[in-house]
């Protein structure tokens, strides 16, 4: 299970693999603005320098800072059952997307599909947290995956708000988003950088 801080002005990822006591060694840290990235699914219950907790999408790390870095992560998942309306009439490959809404989410930048085969899917295997659903024509899954985990206000009005509840099974009901609305939202918001 790898941990990397990903500099937020510039520089290269600082990585490190944990021993079997979960102990790791970052090394070669300048004084700067960083994230923590965690390559494998999670909610981060803990983060912490030393005493003070750190928020995992954006924290500075100074001179002075000593650690020792405190990482905690739930690695339990729970299920979401989703019913999609509006579809179009017409036989399409409509897909149901994921999009992380939540800071503690370990996979923050990473959206999670299931086709639609039929106008009710479920996503297993989900980490407990925030997220935001899309009901979208394939075609259009991969702009959704690029803008809404990392800009939260892209089609706002047209995503379903889900917090997916460590008990049980969560339940959720989405609309379809047409492509023209896509295709705006995309206008709007620009090219990532």
Do not use: W
């Amino acid at each position: 299970m790898l941990v990397s801080l990903h500099p937020l002005e510039s520089g290269y990822d600082i990585q490190a693999q944990p021993d079997r006591d979960g102990s790791f060694v970052l090394r070669n840290v300048r004084p700067g603005r960083y994230s923590l990235t965690l390559p494998f699914p999670g909610r981060i219950r803990t983060f912490a320098n030393g005493s003070k907790e750190l928020a995992p999408d954006v924290f500075e790390l100074s001179s002075s800072d000593k650690g020792p870095l405190r990482i905690v992560v739930s690695l339990k998942s729970s299920i979401l059952s989703v019913e999609a309306r509006g579809l179009p009439n017409e036989s399409g490959s409509a897909v149901a997307l994921l999009a992380p809404a939540d800071p503690y989410l370990a996979l923050r930048l990473s959206c999670i599909s299931n086709a639609l085969t039929a106008p009710q899917t479920t996503f297993r295997f989900v980490s407990p947290g925030k997220y935001r659903l899309f009901i979208v024509d394939s075609q259009f899954q991969g702009d959704i995956a690029a803008y809404a985990p990392r800009f939260h206000d892209f089609l706002k009005n047209h995503s379903t708000q889900v917090e997916v509840s460590e008990e049980g099974e969560t339940k959720a009901t989405a609309t379809y988003v047409g492509g023209e609305t896509i295709k705006q939202a995309v206008r709007e918001a620009g090219p990532i950088r």
